[in-house]
């Protein structure tokens, strides 16, 4: 049974996506651009969950791809290609977050993290939250990023961009309490 990937009307069969990324080991430009052409979209909307800038996000992202390029050879056919590449792409996310976002060595954190978003985010479009989220003060979108839509925990988070546990609980409880009051604001929070 062949399983397929099918991305804005680019279809590949895993025959195919084998042939492409054994090209791509032969480092083949063709290979490597029918690559980048099927998963662009997908890493793309992972970096500007981040980086919303077009420019900036795909900066990002060529490096993710120059990466998993210069990688490919050791993903072996063993497990999901995407998930494999993700997991590169999001490492260029995690790198650029560090070498450009300034932290506070006096930042700590005394505050539980609480749950703030369920009620009001069910009655929002995801377009609308994505908005709030992309105009949250940096530091605080990219945990919330990585807290919400990629699934690590505090201590993942930390070590990815370089900051203690407790600074990372406080961005989030920051990036919420800001989604919260913005939220409330535009009058998108359910009634009672």
Known sequence: MSISLAYYNVLTSTNELEALITGCVRNER????KLYELFYPKMMGMVRRYFPAT???E?????????????IESYGFKGSFEGWLRKIVFH????FAKSQVKYSDNVLLVEKDEFVLKDAASNMYYDDLMKLVHNLP???????NMYVFED???????????????T?????????????????KQGLHLKK
Not at 92 to 95: A, C, E, G, L, T
Not at 168 to 184: G, M
């Open 30 to 33: 063709g290979a490597q651009a």
């Open 138 to 144: 940096e530091t605080a979108r990219i945990v919330f």
């Open 92 to 95: 260029s996310v995690s790198d």
């Open 168 to 184: 990372s609980k406080w961005y989030l409880s920051e990036a919420r309490k800001i989604l919260k009051e913005k939220i409330q």
């Open 59 to 71: 900066e990002i992202l060529n490096n993710g791809f120059l990466r998993a390029f210069q990688k």
């Open 152 to 166: 690590l925990s505090h201590k993942e988070i930390s070590k990815n961009i370089g900051i203690s546990e407790g």
């Open 55 to 57: 420019e900036l996000a």
